[in-house]
Every structure is written in C-alpha cells, then in structure tokens.
C-alpha cells in the first residue's frame, strides 16, 4: 500500500455556450455614442445552463455601467444550427473563446438612435 496522492480525474464540463441579445437603456459613464437612447449587444455566454450565462451576462453589463433592460436567448450553437441559422467560422470562434474562458464576449454593439 502506497501513500501516494490520487490523481484527480477531470470532469467534463457542463459549460455550453449561449446566445444572447441584449437591449440596454441609457445610464451615465455607459460609454454609448452622443444621442443613443440606448444599444443592442449580441453576446456569447457560458453557463451551466441559459439561465445562468443570462445571469452572468446581466452582472458583468452592469459591472461595465450599462442598463440592462431585456436578454433574448437564442440557445447554444448546436441548438442554432438545429433551427437552420447560418454561423460562420468568426462567431465560431467567438463563441469557442467564450467556452475556453468561462466568460461572456460582447461581439457586436449596435446603438439605438430617436428618428427625429
């Protein structure tokens, strides 16, 4: 009988990545362009499961002096490419980066403008 330690098996994770898009109102230091009322960001999330990654996603935005003001999911990328979207090679990328780093990627900002 030896005293030497176990070796610890890596579990697989349970982390997926989801899409999210999120709307954002206006709030001061916000970092939104002059005039905006407000933004629309699509992020990649890892979670445990969606309500988690929203849950993540929502804390850092607001870390980050945004307003979050409602997160539409659009699930993980096997459940995307189930319903037909088209995902190409740098979404892919963006969202194997989110996975790799347990994190949320903010990839696209769009600012809301008043039609005036």
Do not use: W
């Not at 989801?18 to 939104?32: A, N, W």
């Not at 319903?83 to 892919?92: N, S, Y």
């Not at 194997?96 to 008043?114: G, K």
């Amino acid at each position: 009988m030896t005293d030497a330690p176990e070796k610890k098996v890596k579990k697989p994770s349970r982390q997926q990545v989801y899409t999210l898009l999120v709307e954002v109102g206006r709030s001061k230091d916000d970092g939104l362009p002059k005039g905006a009322t407000g933004a629309a960001l699509m992020c990649y999330a890892s979670g445990v499961d969606e309500a988690e990654a929203v849950r993540e996603t929502v804390a850092i935005l607001k870390q980050a002096e945004l307003s979050p003001l409602d997160v539409s999911g659009y699930g993980t990328l096997e459940e995307r490419l189930a319903e037909g979207h088209d995902i190409d090679e740098d979404e892919r990328e963006l969202m194997q980066r989110a996975l790799d780093e347990n994190s949320v990627i903010v990839a696209q900002m769009t600012p809301f403008f008043d039609e005036e």
